[in-house]
């Protein structure tokens, strides 16, 4: 049986029995830091540590059922599980599991992202000049397009908070966990690595590729929505829906401006 180490309390002295015990101060500020996959319903631990490497999983005690089944499981089963939007496996990797790679997922994404309009922009306008300015004015191209892709992300992001701070009282009975649901949202983000592969292998059908990773996305997000605040499905679908709305007004926004640039250097061009 395979837990790698990351979930449950860690064994302690033994007592007669052999069974491993904790002491009181840290079973104190262990308690309830876990949740039921199955019901979420919080739990003081994920497994009890006998003699001899006996483990036993937790049985839960409001479903009746095993806490995090997932601690047995082999990662790639949990990330074909989390793929498929499994309720189950979001509960174990967002409150059973230590994953603190939330942030270089994000920038990682925004660098896919930010690297697909760059291409699509150098390969709507390509230039055979070697001149080193053209290259240079590329190279500010990929980091403008990076700006725009951190910022549309921000909008999306602020329109869910937003929408959930609003509705506040009926999403939870206690303080909402922003921290928790961004770290959510920006690991249910993973769908975004799908960019760069969509670019090199998918060609004539780009576009296709694009809305699929979109809806993947979407869908992903709103899965996390849903098991990190434990709401229906209604609401995790509105949130996800000011989210986009918010979104696209800052895409209409950088369009229009983007238009009224080159509109005005066209004025320029002219008058010169």
Request: hydrophobic share 45%; glycine share 4%.
């Amino acid at each position: 049986m395979s837990t790698d180490g990351r979930c449950g309390l860690r064994p302690g002295k033994g007592n007669a029995d052999g069974v491993a015990v904790t002491p009181p101060t840290a079973a104190a500020s262990a308690s309830c830091q876990y949740r039921c996959i199955e019901c979420n319903q919080e739990a003081k631990e994920l497994y009890r540590d006998y003699s001899h490497g006996v483990l036993k999983i937790t049985i839960c005690k409001s479903c009746q059922k095993p806490v995090d089944k997932y601690i047995e499981y082999d990662p790639v089963i949990i990330l074909i599980n989390a793929i498929l939007c499994r309720a189950q496996a979001y509960r174990h990797i967002l409150f059973n599991t230590k994953i603190n790679m939330h942030g270089k997922l994000c920038v990682f994404c925004l660098l896919c992202e930010a690297y697909l309009r760059w291409w699509q922009l150098q390969d709507s306008s390509r230039s055979i000049d070697p001149d080193d300015f053209i290259r240079y004015a590329k190279e500010w191209d990929f980091y403008r397009m990076f700006a725009v892709a951190s910022l549309e992300q921000t909008a999306y992001f602020t329109g869910i908070f937003t929408f959930l701070w609003v509705e506040r009282p009926i999403t939870a009975k206690k303080t909402l966990n922003f921290a928790l649901l961004l770290k959510a949202l920006l690991l249910s983000s993973y769908g975004k690595l799908l960019l760069i592969p969509a670019v090199i292998w998918e060609h004539d059908y780009t576009p296709l590729c694009l809305r699929l990773i979109k809806v993947f996305v979407l869908t992903s997000n709103f899965q996390a929505v849903r098991v990190t605040l434990n709401v229906n499905r209604k609401l995790s679908f509105l949130a996800i829906l000011s989210g986009l709305l918010v979104e696209s007004a800052m895409v209409y926004f950088f369009q229009r401006m983007a238009l009224a640039v080159g509109s005005d250097a066209i004025h320029k061009s002219q008058d010169f």
